[in-house]
């Protein structure tokens, strides 16, 4: 788990056991932890690099949203077209900042 900024709800929430932390969120409705599941490699879907959205919303270990973001990173026009919601763009926009900072750490 990458720690980034404060968690609303909570940073031993069971999901950040095997998800990436990329910070709060907050839109209309609510205040979120923000992060992503990525697989490396080949993922589940027979895709490369499948990314999926890890939204808490709450305490307990239900308390989440998840979903295929746009089954890869993607450029900036691929992100826009395939991702249908403004939480679904800020996580792969702050995924991709984490990769940029990943790669410039090793």
Same mark, same amino acid.
């Given at each position: 788990?990458?720690?980034?900024?404060?968690?609303?709800?909570?940073? #031993?929430?069971?999901?950040? #056991? !095997?998800?990436?932390?990329? /910070?709060?969120?907050?839109?209309?409705?609510?205040?979120? #932890?923000? @992060? %992503?599941?990525?697989?490396?490699?080949?993922? =589940? +879907? /027979? =895709?490369? @690099?499948?990314?999926?959205?890890?939204? %808490?919303? &709450?305490?307990? $270990?239900?308390?989440?949203?998840? &979903?295929?973001?746009? &089954?890869?990173?993607?450029? $900036? =026009?691929?992100?826009?077209?395939?991702? $249908?919601?403004?939480?679904?763009?800020?996580?792969?926009?702050? !995924?991709?900042? !984490?990769? +940029? *900072?990943?790669?410039? *750490?090793?």
């Amino acid at each position: 788990m990458t720690t980034i900024g404060k968690f609303f709800h909570g940073e #031993d929430h069971q999901i950040w #056991d !095997y998800c990436i932390y990329l /910070g709060p969120y907050t839109d209309e409705h609510h205040n979120y #932890d923000l @992060g %992503v599941y990525a697989e490396a490699g080949q993922g =589940r +879907k /027979g =895709r490369q @690099g499948y990314v999926s959205l890890a939204a %808490v919303y &709450g305490p307990e $270990d239900s308390q989440y949203r998840s &979903g295929e973001l746009a &089954g890869y990173v993607g450029t $900036d =026009r691929e992100i826009l077209e395939n991702c $249908d919601s403004k939480i679904r763009r800020e996580a792969l926009r702050r !995924y991709r900042e !984490y990769l +940029k *900072n990943q790669e410039a *750490n090793q």
